[in-house]
């Protein structure tokens, strides 16, 4: 390739977008305006406009000239304006204007271009909803599903869009049906004749339009029998995809209904790991309301295929605070020779801090603690799973000063930023006494300057300097208020004090002799 070649690729698509952010000027002349245009021209103008697109929501000449261009002689100058309309339309109401002017064009390729780009105003504009309801009707199997899909999930309220997409299920085009499925899932446990659809459309000739269904049926399954039935009845399908989506479909309703769970624990052990996959993630669903489904779940977390244990972290993860085997086996997921199993474990710590309920007793907390800080101090290599640990410890002693400060002085080894930001809740609850004026009482290097700044800082006065600057002129009012904090702070209870002096002595960045560098997020 020669130089001049790769010097026109770097100015199309590095420079492009920058050069068009600074000047506005040549925009008017990427209209092309006639079909005779040249095509190396209309090509060469065609990815400058596509390089403009991040533009549209933050610069009106770019959303102008973008209008314009939905009315550009050249189909794909039209479509690609569309598109990148598309994001700003539920924004602007010439935009909305100008996509429903295209929605009524003659050439199907332009109302494709407008269904797909109004799908985020259709819950938003009656006009743009009565423009979609119209491209229903269209002739076109690409318009239709693309009208399908926008007018759903946000516009079911509407009974005029429901009964639209009960139509189009009977389309017969596939992709239509799929389209209309996937459309009508949100209305599945709510509206009679939207569940019998999705419910026909499971015995649907085409396979993905019975995996679509399936998976619709999810919410419905709950509570309604004839949506359970159907699923049951797909369970044994002779296609991998629709039993997957038949797995993934029943982990609500298996939590209730003793065939679903069954058909579950069936479905994960299938010869798909696919349907495996999605059986395992409902396994998670149902393990804490059936010790069965946890006790399967253990059995997972050692798994031969490092996907399966990956999977099953999520759910161990809801009853990790509870049950001692489920924590046992997550922290088991957290030192996994995959990479990916590990990586999948360590992001579940913040579903076992969500599961933390009052009921759990101070003794339990303490044991669950210790658990968490043993494991720390064996693998400080770690990083992200002590991370999310660290938050849990956390919330774990929010209420115990006492472990508060015994977990600290075990901890002070640790990544001073990670640990500062885990404990920043229970630092807050001394809010009142300005965390700025906190750093300062325990601060061995304070001096009269120092204070000031970081008062006037706290405070949302008008001094922002650096702390290098030149403090300004010392007032009463300012030493009276950090007086007031400082004697506020006394006022704490005597382990609360022990506990922040530990942080500020400890928590100290190498070659800093006070706290603000490490403590300024708190």
């Known amino acids: 390739m020669s130089k001049t070649c790769l010097a026109i690729i770097f100015a199309t698509c590095v420079l492009a977008p920058h050069l068009w952010a600074e000047a506005p000027e040549p925009l008017s002349s990427l209209l092309i305006g006639s079909q005779a245009t040249p095509w190396s021209r209309r090509t060469e103008k065609l990815k400058a406009v596509e390089s403009l697109v991040p533009l549209v929501s933050t610069r009106a000449d770019v959303r102008e000239l973008f209008i314009q261009l939905t009315q550009d002689p050249d189909a794909s100058f039209s479509r690609t304006a569309a598109l990148g309309l598309g994001p700003v339309a539920n924004d602007y109401e010439e935009v909305r204007t100008a996509l429903i002017q295209l929605a009524g064009a003659r050439s199907h390729f332009r109302r494709w271009a407008a269904a797909q ?283 115990d000063a006492e472990l508060r400060l015994q977990l600290w002085k075990r901890a002070a080894g640790m990544d001073a930023p990670i640990s500062v930001r885990a404990w920043s809740g229970s630092i807050s609850r001394w809010q009142e006494t300005s965390r700025q004026a906190l750093r300062l009482s325990y601060d061995p290097s304070f001096s009269p300057g120092t204070p000031i700044r970081f008062a006037q800082r706290s405070e949302g006065g008008a001094y922002r300097s650096g702390p290098t600057s030149t403090p300004p002129h010392e007032t009463p009012e300012i030493e009276a208020h950090l007086q007031t904090r400082r004697a506020r702070l006394s006022t704490l209870p005597a382990e609360e004090r022990a506990l922040i002096q530990y942080v500020a002595q400890r928590m100290q960045p190498p070659g800093c002799s006070t706290l603000p560098a490490v403590l300024s997020n708190l």
């Open 117 to 399: 780009a109004l799908e985020s105003a259709a819950n938003h504009d009656i006009q743009v909803r009565k423009m979609l309801l119209h491209l229903t009707h269209d002739s076109s199997e690409e318009v239709l599903k693309s009208a399908a899909v926008a007018l759903g999930p946000s516009s079911l309220e509407h009974a005029d869009v429901r009964a639209a997409l009960i139509r189009l299920s009977s389309s017969p085009f596939s992709s239509v049906r799929f389209g209309s499925a996937q459309a009508l899932e949100p209305a599945g446990a709510t509206s009679p004749e939207t569940r019998a659809t999705l419910i026909q459309l499971c015995q649907d000739q085409n396979l993905f339009v019975r995996g679509a269904a399936a998976r619709a049926l999810r919410q419905a399954a709950i509570g309604h029998d004839d949506a359970r039935a159907a699923l049951l009845r797909l369970s044994a399908h002779e296609d991998s995809g629709v039993r997957e989506a038949v797995a993934n479909a029943l982990g609500g309703a298996a939590v209730r209904d003793r065939e679903a769970l069954a058909a579950v624990f069936r479905l994960e052990r299938d010869s798909d790991i696919g349907v495996r996959l999605a059986a395992t993630e409902s396994l998670g669903a149902v393990a804490p309301r059936h010790p069965d489904a946890l006790a399967a779940l253990l059995v997972l977390s050692r798994d031969s295929d490092p996907r399966i244990r990956e999977r099953a972290s999520p759910g161990l993860a809801q009853v990790a605070a509870q049950n001692a085997d489920a924590r046992i086996a997550l922290l088991r997921l957290n030192e996994d020779p995959s990479p990916e199993v590990r990586e999948g474990a360590a992001g579940t710590w913040g579903r076992v801090r969500g599961t933390l309920t009052s009921d759990l007793s101070m003794e339990h907390r303490r044991q669950l603690s210790t658990e968490l800080l043993d494991w720390i101090m064996r693998h400080p290599a770690e990083k992200k799973a002590i991370a999310g640990m660290i938050h849990l410890l956390a919330a774990l002693s929010r209420e």
